[in-house]
């Protein structure tokens, strides 16, 4: 999951940093610190700049044009369409004890909820430039939307999976338990 990193990348993009620089700072896995850069910069998040043969990171503090929105909407929902195919793929996600879920199983539940992290991080990131009044109250709300409408799609599939309880009941409390938390810190002016 790549998501554990960004709140180190983010402290770290201030300025411009190397990759090299970010994945040495933040430790732990460097592909998963790869990925997570580029997955902020997908998201909006990371500006990214081409210095002779190294990629450079700086965290973004604008608002995400609607180019850029639609352009991330767009990766979402492909991922989305490839969890929506394994969720087809896979006859149930739980072990036959009815209590532990099967690797694969597990494996797909940590991508939905990574996917849903992200999609929260986005709403968030709307709410917080729409409380200092930096993006349009419309523009926001259409923005919000559209990521509750994606992450509702995705949470339907998953629960629908299979029509068992037990089952159900152990997908919400994988979410509950494993839903990201994010605040943003108060501004004094």
Wanted: glycine share 2%; aromatic share 8%.
């Amino acid at each position: 999951m790549t998501t554990i990193y960004d709140d180190k990348i983010f402290n770290l993009t201030t300025n411009w940093r190397a990759t090299n620089e970010i994945v040495k700072k933040v430790g732990g896995d460097k592909s998963a610190i790869i990925q997570a850069l580029k997955r902020l910069a997908e998201m909006d998040y990371l500006e990214t700049k081409p210095n002779t043969n190294k990629i450079l990171y700086k965290k973004k503090d604008t608002i995400q044009s609607e180019f850029n929105f639609l352009q991330m909407m767009t990766v979402f929902e492909a991922n989305q369409k490839m969890e929506l195919n394994i969720i087809k793929q896979i006859p149930t996600i739980m072990m036959d004890d009815g209590v532990r879920f099967r690797k694969k199983g597990l494996e797909l539940l940590e991508h939905i909820q990574e996917e849903v992290n992200r999609a929260y991080m986005v709403i968030i990131r709307l709410e917080h430039q729409q409380k200092l009044e930096i993006i349009p109250y419309k523009i926001a709300k259409e923005r919000k939307e559209k990521l509750e409408r994606y992450i509702e799609k995705i949470m339907t599939a998953i629960l629908n999976q299979s029509q068992e309880t037990k089952t159900k009941t152990a997908i919400q409390e994988y979410f509950q338990n494993h839903t990201m938390k994010l605040k943003f810190k108060t501004i004094k002016t």
